[in-house]
């Protein structure tokens, strides 16, 4: 492991109006982990995310990657040094085949948005898509429709088009959120096989069991700040933890990401 973190935000503070979503937050994620962030709805988790990159700019506060500042970089430049990431509410273009998706992906990397119009991809880019369809457990469904994936389809798909670009670090907004116990476990299973070929993640999710089982380490948020960062089992035990805001979700979290077709409920 590196002597500095992979990623680290540094003092961010970010305020909409008169809500500071952000306040001298500093997180770090250290290259080869799988780190988890977990808080309540509101104590700003999306909106570290979202700082980390480039979807909004800091008030004031420091970004950095592989030791390169990227405070005010845009959203396209940190995805070209390494930085992939989901979302809450998955992205992709639903009347789209699940191939056209990655075809997409995979032009946009290299050819910019007028690609975007191809969809045909050359022999190398059709290959390459069909083997993260098949790493990720839905090439089968690759000339559906991606509109007509269940959620954790969908959340699968999202994963397979950020590999395209070969991240570095991967940043997951709620991978487990309203996705059935089976794919579950199938995602968590990707997310280590993948940390084992040498990927960062940093994973934001609201599931306990899911969190505690997969993260090397964990960061809590409340009200805007990391108060604790350690192990699973540190964080399970430390009562700041639970006097301030989990309140005994760590036994049983009722979940609330989006409901999908293939099921609700974190656990």
């Known amino acids: 492991m590196s002597s500095a973190p992979l990623l680290l935000v540094d003092s961010a503070c970010k305020a909409f109006g008169g809500v500071q979503a952000l306040s001298e937050c500093s997180v770090g994620v250290e290259e080869g982990t799988i780190a988890g962030l977990i808080g309540p709805n509101g104590s700003g988790k999306t909106t570290l995310f979202n700082v980390a990159t480039g979807y909004e700019r800091v008030d004031r506060g420091?970004?950095?990657?592989s030791g390169r500042r990227i405070t005010r970089a845009s959203?396209?430049?940190?995805?070209a040094l390494g930085l992939?990431?989901?979302?809450?509410?998955?992205?992709?273009?639903?009347?789209?085949?699940?191939?056209?998706?990655?075809?997409v992906a995979s032009q946009a990397g290299r050819r910019g948005l007028r690609s975007l119009c191809t969809r045909a991809g050359s022999p190398g880019e059709r290959r390459r898509?069909?083997?993260?369809?098949?790493?990720?457990?839905?090439?089968?469904l690759a000339s559906k429709p991606a509109g007509s994936l269940s959620y954790g389809q969908r959340k699968l798909l999202e994963l397979a088009y950020v590999l395209v670009a070969d991240p570095a670090v991967i940043l997951l907004d709620e991978p487990a959120g309203g996705v059935n116990p089976s794919?579950?476990?199938?995602?968590?299973?990707r997310i280590r096989e993948l940390n084992r070929q040498g990927k960062t993640f940093f994973v934001v999710e609201h599931n306990m069991e899911f969190v505690?089982?997969?993260c090397h380490q964990v960061t809590v948020m409340h009200q805007g700040t990391a108060i604790l960062t350690g192990p699973p089992s540190t964080v399970r035990s430390d009562p700041r933890v639970l006097d301030?805001?989990?309140?005994?979700?760590?036994?049983?979290?009722?979940g609330d990401g989006p409901e999908g077709q293939d099921g609700a409920g974190s656990l």
């Not at 420091?62 to 990657?65: A, C, D, Q, V």
């Not at 898509?129 to 089968?140: D, S, T």
């Open 62 to 65: 420091e970004i950095y990657f």
């Open 75 to 79: 959203p396209d430049r940190v995805f």
């Open 84 to 103: 992939g990431r989901t979302f809450q509410l998955t992205r992709i273009f639903s009347r789209l085949s699940v191939m056209e998706n990655m075809l």
């Open 129 to 140: 898509a069909l083997e993260l369809l098949e790493f990720v457990g839905i090439a089968r």
């Open 183 to 189: 794919l579950i476990n199938h995602i968590a299973d």
């Open 212 to 214: 505690m089982s997969l």
């Open 244 to 254: 301030a805001y989990l309140g005994g979700a760590l036994e049983e979290d009722p």
